[in-house]
């Protein structure tokens, strides 16, 4: 190592630029821990890198704090695993108070996205004020798909044009910050689903939140507290997948890709798709740094295959790298 007459490193000589200029800010790689599965970064922070990450997307706030649904809230199976939490958190003031200062204090690279719920618009437009004018975040991704909101005995926003127009025109209205939109994986039609959020003033979109099911043991009772819940996990890898190819086609909007992506394989799919960038979640209940490795393992396959930008991956055209070296 270090000597000088040896060949040159490629890292060195070629380096891969992983960063992504979007939403009026810099991305230092694509890699974001998704929604409800890394807490407000503070959490863990002793166990990750948070700076190393293209950034990070909180737990849903909603207006006032929430304990959840009964336990279990989590259960595994073959595909991957199911959750219902049921939207705990600790509420609009309490995020100000306790989440956004600490985010605020410790990422510098990393960018943040609240996450924010409501059971109705009008809440909605509650948190986009109530949040806007505070330090330590980027933007807002409005969580239009919730699969566990028992308060709410309706699809999710997501399944439903009008709602999700006002949603957005109204949250649009209300901060100059850009506005992701997390829609739902079992939409049947998420290329229009995607043109009303486009035309109602979201940035862009992040595929998708987790798949509704419902999980039985040999009895007959449900394996969760709550009873149905959320899929998430390898199982979801596919569908989101085609997904992000449909909706790619139907929006000018740059796209989160996420469902299922653990390895560079996987997010990987999601680029080409049309992704810019992606989300890793379930992955990180295994290997909390998974995230972390997202990156750097991308950073090598470009410098292996001899890709200088990432941006050059993201689809619906194939990159400059089509075939194995
Ligand atoms: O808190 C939850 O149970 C939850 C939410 Br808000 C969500 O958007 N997706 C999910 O799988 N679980």
């Not at 009008?122 to 909101?149: K, R, T």
């Not at 449900?222 to 979801?236: E, I, Q």
Request: glycine share 14%; hydrophobic share 40%.
């Amino acid at each position: 190592a270090g000597s000088r007459t040896g060949p040159p490193s490629p890292g060195v000589e070629h380096p891969v630029n992983t960063a992504i200029h979007l939403f009026g800010t810099t991305f230092q790689n694509p890699v974001l821990l998704a929604a409800g599965t890394c807490g407000f970064g503070q959490e863990l922070a002793d166990v990750i890198d948070l700076e190393a990450l293209g950034g990070l997307v909180t737990k849903s706030v909603t207006v006032e704090p929430r304990t959840g649904n009964p336990a279990p809230r989590v259960a595994e199976f073959s595909g991957g695993m199911m959750n219902s939490i049921g939207l705990a958190n600790p509420g609009l003031e309490g995020t100000r108070r306790d989440k956004l200062p600490w985010l605020r204090d410790h990422l510098r690279r990393a960018r943040v996205w609240v996450s924010v719920a409501g059971h109705s618009p009008e809440e909605f437009f509650q948190l986009v004020e109530g949040l806007d004018g505070e330090d330590g975040f980027l933007g807002f991704e409005l969580n239009l798909s919730c699969p566990n909101d028992t308060r709410r005995d309706a699809p999710p926003f997501a399944l439903d044009p009008p709602s999700v127009r006002s949603i957005l025109s109204g949250a649009r209205a209300r901060t100059d910050r850009p506005l992701l939109a997390k829609l739902a994986p079992n939409d049947p039609d998420p290329a229009a689903t995607a043109r009303t959020a486009e035309e109602a003033g979201a940035d862009g979109l992040t595929l998708a939140n987790t798949l509704p099911g419902l999980l039985l043991d040999e009895e007959g009772r449900p394996r969760l507290g709550a009873g149905a819940g959320g899929v998430s996990g390898p199982a979801l890898l596919p569908g989101g997948v085609r997904m992000v190819e449909q909706v790619r086609h139907a929006v000018g909007l740059p796209l989160v890709g996420l469902g299922g992506i653990s390895g560079v394989a996987d997010a990987l799919a999601y680029a080409r798709a049309g992704a810019t960038l992606v989300g890793v979640g379930t992955a990180s209940f295994a290997d909390p740094r998974a995230g972390e490795k997202l990156a750097v393992g991308l950073h090598r396959w470009g410098r292996r295959k001899g890709v200088t930008a990432w941006s050059d991956l993201v689809g619906p055209s194939a990159g400059p790298v089509q075939k194995e070296a």
